[in-house]
C-alpha cells in the first residue's frame, strides 16, 4: 500500500480504526474522517502510535448531513487530486427515530445516503488514483431489508428496520455504482465484517453489550474483511460483489472464512438499483450539482 491514499469514514473507533492502523501498518497514506474533535484527535494519535507512522491527516464532518458530506469531499479534493482506496465504513443502529434537519432518518442518512454522495463526489480524484477501490460496509441484515420507495427518506419508518434498509440500500447501490464503473479501473465491493462488539451496539442494554463483548469479534478482528478488501491483490479489477466472514470458533479462537456469496434476492434486482441511484440523487441534491 505504499504511495496509495485511502479515506476511512467512522476511523475513531471500532472497525474503522482498526482499519486505519491496519492500512497505515501497510504503508498507506490513511486520511481519517470524524465527526467531531473530541473523537478524532485521539484516533489519530492511536492509528500514529500503532501504525509506526506519523499523525495521519483527519478531516471532520458531521455525515448525516449531506451539507457536511459535501464540505468533506470538496476539502479533501482541495488537498488531494488522488485517491486510491475509499472505506465507507460510518454507520449507526438508532433505537428510536430522529429526523435530520434535511428530513432524512439519521441511520439512512448515514449508512446510506452519505456513502452515496461522498463517494459521488469523489469520483473524479478515484478515477484520477486508478486503478483504485470503493468498500463498502454493509451488513449480513441487508438480508431483512426491504425499501419503501414512497418514503426513501425513512421520514415514517420505525427504527428496528432501518438498520436492515439501510445496508440493503448500500448492497445495492454498490452493484450499480459497479456497473457504471465498469472499465475505468475503479472498483466497487461490498463487504459484511461480521458482527464485531463495537460502538454501534451502544443503543442496546447493558446485559447485552457485556454478552456481546464476550460472544462477538473484537473490532480489530472485524477490521480484517475490510482491509483485504482495500488492500489484497486477490481483488485486483474485482467488482460489484458482496463478500461475507462467518466467523467459526476453533479451539478458542475465531476462524475467518472469507466468502464471495450472492446477496439477498432483493440487492440482486438491477431495476430497483437504478430506481435507487435516481432517487438518492434527487434527495441529496446531486442530480441538481
Not at 428510536?96 to 449508512?111: D, K, P, Q, S, Y
Request: hydrophobic letters at 45%; aromatic letters at 6%; proline letters at 5%.
Amino acid at each position: 500500500m505504499e504511495g496509495k491514499t485511502v479515506l476511512v469514514t467512522g476511523a475513531t473507533s471500532g472497525i474503522g480504526l482498526e482499519t486505519a492502523v491496519a492500512l497505515t501498518r501497510l504503508g498507506a497514506d490513511v486520511v481519517l474522517a470524524a465527526r467531531n474533535r473530541e473523537h478524532g484527535v485521539p484516533a489519530c494519535r492511536e492509528v500514529a502510535r500503532r501504525g509506526g507512522r506519523s499523525e495521519p491527516e483527519i478531516l471532520f464532518a458531521d455525515l448525516s448531513v449531506m451539507a457536511e458530506v459535501r464540505k468533506l469531499a470538496a476539502e479533501f479534493m482541495s488537498k488531494r487530486d488522488k485517491l486510491h482506496v475509499l472505506v465507507n465504513n460510518a454507520g449507526v443502529n438508532m433505537n428510536r427515530h430522529v429526523l435530520t434537519a434535511e428530513g432524512i432518518e439519521t441511520t439512512m442518512a448515514i449508512n446510506f445516503f452519505a456513502p452515496f454522495l461522498l463517494t459521488s463526489l469523489l469520483l473524479p480524484a478515484l478515477r484520477a488514483g486508478s486503478p483504485s477501490r470503493i468498500v463498502n460496509v454493509a451488513s449480513v441484515m441487508h438480508r431483512k431489508g426491504t425499501l419503501d420507495w414512497d418514503d426513501l427518506r425513512g421520514a415514517r419508518e420505525g427504527p428496528g428496520s432501518a438498520y436492515s434498509r439501510s445496508k440493503l440500500a448500500l448492497v445495492l447501490f454498490t452493484r450499480e455504482l459497479a456497473r457504471q464503473l465498469a472499465g475505468s479501473g475503479v472498483t466497487a465491493n461490498a463487504v459484511c465484517p461480521g458482527g464485531a462488539a463495537t460502538s454501534i451496539w451502544r443503543v442496546a442494554s447493558p446485559l447485552t453489550r457485556f454478552a456481546m463483548r464476550l460472544l462477538l469479534k473484537t473490532p480489530r478482528e472485524g477490521a480484517r474483511l475490510p482491509v483485504w478488501a482495500a488492500s489484497s491483490p486477490e481483488l485486483e479489477g474485482v467488482t460489484g460483489e458482496y463478500f461475507e466472514t462467518p466467523a467459526h470458533l476453533r479451539f478458542g479462537l475465531w476462524e475467518e472464512r472469507k466468502a464471495r456469496k450472492a446477496p439477498a434476492p432483493a440487492a440482486l434486482d438491477d431495476g430497483a438499483a437504478r430506481r435507487l441511484w435516481k432517487m438518492a440523487g434527487e434527495i441529496t441534491g446531486l442530480s441538481h450539482g
